[in-house]
């Protein structure tokens, strides 16, 4: 019985000594003290023996008993430690690393601004609507009162394409893609890219964005353009403005204006940020040209409308201070960083 014992023994220190992860321990424990375990075995042996010799060797087992279950319960607190620090190298994490340098995103400011100038119109009751960059001559000029021996198509030169088509000059033909989906009255906005055959400079790209508006109802007239215009102007730079309308010369709008505002610097005075003049030039705009109307199939004895158009990067320009329009465009995350607002 002796030896039986010693090989238990050195059988379980070996099987103890294999185990290397916590969870592996439960099956050390079922093979040698479990119901139907080594121990267990042999004191089922002990009803065979005399009384004293159980009595002796009862003793022994209880005492390998105890000395098992605590050889398991050291090795458990051995490799739970172990299994601890491996943990805390693998998984550690750098407190001192400054949250505020991450490389988490933020909304471009032209996008802000498109945003800010979509809230505002919704909230007066217009659509936001979308149009293609890619046009036709005849959403982009024809139907806007531009045919093709017009002189303003010079202005706008772009790109084309082989089979005819082009880069949008204007976000305008959003106003005639409107007009062939919704039925006057309407109040519509269009914001998008818009693109020029340009050489860049400080404040010209071949590609910046524009914010195209329309309204049509019966009696509409200058004064509600006026109205809108302000209202729009006074949300987005958070301060009564003050507007005015020079004749301006756009194809599809008679009249047509150019509206100025009073420069909120120097309240007209003259400064470098509206260059000496009091005013600064910020929107196209007019009452929408009969031509434009038919060309939607809106009766122009019927209806009236006013449209505008701005452009976006020139308004944020000036929201957020910004001197050249190359940067807006030019995807450097750490400058769009500059205008987060989150
Ligand atoms: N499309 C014109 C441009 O790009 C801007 C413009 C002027 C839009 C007058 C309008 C408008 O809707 O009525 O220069």
Redesign the pocket.
Known sequence: MEKEFQALEKAFHQTLDTIKQVKDLEGVKTQFLGKKGKLTGMMKQLKDLSNEKKAEIGKKINQLKGEFQSSIQEKSNALKKTEFQLKMENEWIDITINPYESDSGSIHPISLVQQRLEDIFVAMGFRVLDGPHIETEYYNFEALNIPSYHPARDMQDTFYFEDGHLLR??T?PI?IRGMETVKPPFRIVGPGKVFRCERTDASHDSCFH?F?G?MVDRNISVAHLNYFMKTMLAEIFESEVEVRLRPGY?P??EP?FELDMLCLLCKGKGCKFCKQVGWIELI???MVHPNVLRSGNIDPVEFSGF???LGIDRLAMMKYDITDIRPLHGGNLNFSRLFSVS
Request: proline share 0%.
């Open positions: 000059t204007h305008s106003q524009q195209e329309m756009f599809f709008v047509g196209g705009c007019g449209a505008f158009g």
